[in-house]
Nanobody
Framework: VQLQASGGGSVQAGGSLTLSCVAS????????MAWYRRAPGKQRERVAA???????DYRDSVRGRFAISRDNAKNMVTLQMNDLQPADTGVYYC????????????WGQGTLVTVSS
């Protein structure tokens, strides 16, 4: 299974970006899909997650600004990020629980988001 993330870039504060991540390979099912980020000098933290049912969860600092969605037919998860702030700067990683012969957790390669003030 491979995860291909895209959509990072540089924006000014208040701007928007959309991240996408597509899973490919011998996939039977996908459970939770999530986005994490690692800010410079900090530990990786979960930003948002979405269950197969569509139930969403956000960390407090992004709730109301970010929206996670998924397309189960395309094995894709998207993170719409609005009103970006310098504190949102970091490398964003998609993370998914995939069932092939068994359940396994996979990480994407990371995409850089830079927000300038």
């Amino acid at each position: 299974v491979q995860l291909q993330a895209s959509g990072g870039g540089s924006v000014q504060a208040g701007g928007s970006l959309t991240l996408s991540c597509v899973a490919s390979g011998n996939i039977v099912a996908i459970h939770r899909m999530a986005w994490y980020r690692r800010a410079p000098g900090k530990q990786r933290e979960r930003v948002a997650a979405i269950e197969h049912s569509g139930m969403e969860d956000y960390r407090d600092s992004v709730r109301g600004r970010f929206a996670i969605s998924r397309d189960n037919a395309k094995n894709m998860v998207t993170l719409q990020m609005n009103d970006l702030q310098p504190a949102d700067t970091g490398v964003y990683y998609c993370n998914v629980d995939v069932r092939t012969a068994s359940w396994t957790n996979y990480w994407g390669q990371g995409t850089l988001v830079t927000v300038s003030s």
